[in-house]
């Protein structure tokens, strides 16, 4: 008789990928409380910024006209909840004529790389 397996199966990680701008919808403040929830629960979390979701990282947002919370304050508190993987795509940023001077947070990576991470088998992925 086989006896049970005791490995422990490969932990899920979750993506999440910030694709539209930090304000005009409600999208950019759910995804942070959605990744902020993700790490108080223990969860393997990394984030990805693309496309217009990379304004969301701008040193220079001034939200209080608007009497929301700053975006790119929020997003560098994740180290905190133990998220220490979010990611920038590299071409995204150079589209908008953007550069890692200009955000506050993440590691800027190839769109390669971004390719590889949404491709990954054993991530589960959240778009906002």
């Not at 993700?38 to 209080?64: D, P, R």
């Not at 909840?81 to 795509?89: E, K, L, S």
């Amino acid at each position: 008789m086989a006896k049970p397996s005791t490995d422990k199966p490969a932990q899920k990680e979750i993506l999440l990928v910030f694709r539209h701008a930090p304000y005009g919808s409600a999208l950019a403040r759910e995804g942070l409380e959605a990744v902020l929830a993700c790490g108080a629960m223990g969860a393997k979390t990394s984030v990805l910024y693309i496309n217009e979701g990379v304004w969301q990282l701008l040193e220079a947002q001034n939200s209080a006209a608007i009497d929301c919370k700053n975006q790119a304050a929020m997003a560098s508190a994740l180290p905190l909840y133990d998220i220490d993987d979010i990611w920038v795509d590299e071409d995204s940023l150079r589209q908008r004529n953007l550069s890692g001077a200009d955000i506050n947070a993440g590691k800027i990576i190839s769109r390669s790389r971004v390719q590889t991470l949404l491709a990954s088998s054993n991530k589960s992925i959240l778009s906002f």
